[in-house]
């Protein structure tokens, strides 16, 4: 069954970190381009972060130097280190195929806050 489970959000101070965490489907995971998406409400979801299965990332402008997407071929998880965090960094995060697949996890909220 093809599946993406998202977990680690929560609350971070301005300036802080959070690392986020997808645990896929095997088979997915071992052919495909793995992204970090998030979505504001009332906005498009948007890819943050894409990793290649050799280990080449790209970031979105906005995050770029801030997060680091990292993926661990041994346990199909890809990650998501985040800092220097911003309040426009609250959304809610989802990981996802490169070129999404139509399903979606419940995703992970990330909430940036003094």
């Known amino acids: 069954q093809v599946q993406f489970v998202e977990s680690g959000g929560g609350l971070a101070q301005p300036g802080g970190s959070l690392r986020l965490s997808c645990a896929a489907s095997?088979?997915?995971?071992?052919?495909?381009?793995m992204g970090w998406y998030r979505q504001a409400p009332g906005k498009q979801r948007e890819l943050v972060a894409s990793?290649?299965?050799?280990?080449?990332?790209n970031y979105a402008d906005s995050v770029k130097g801030r997060f680091t997407i990292s993926r661990d071929g041994a346990k199909n998880t890809v990650d998501l280190q985040m800092n220097s965090l911003k309040s426009e960094d609250t959304v809610v995060y989802y990981c996802?195929?490169?070129?999404?697949?139509?399903?979606w996890g419940q995703g992970t909220q990330v909430t940036v806050s003094s």
């Open positions: 095997r088979i997915i995971f071992s052919f495909s381009s």
């Open positions: 990793i290649r299965s050799g280990g080449s990332a």
């Open positions: 996802n195929t490169y070129v999404p697949l139509n399903i």
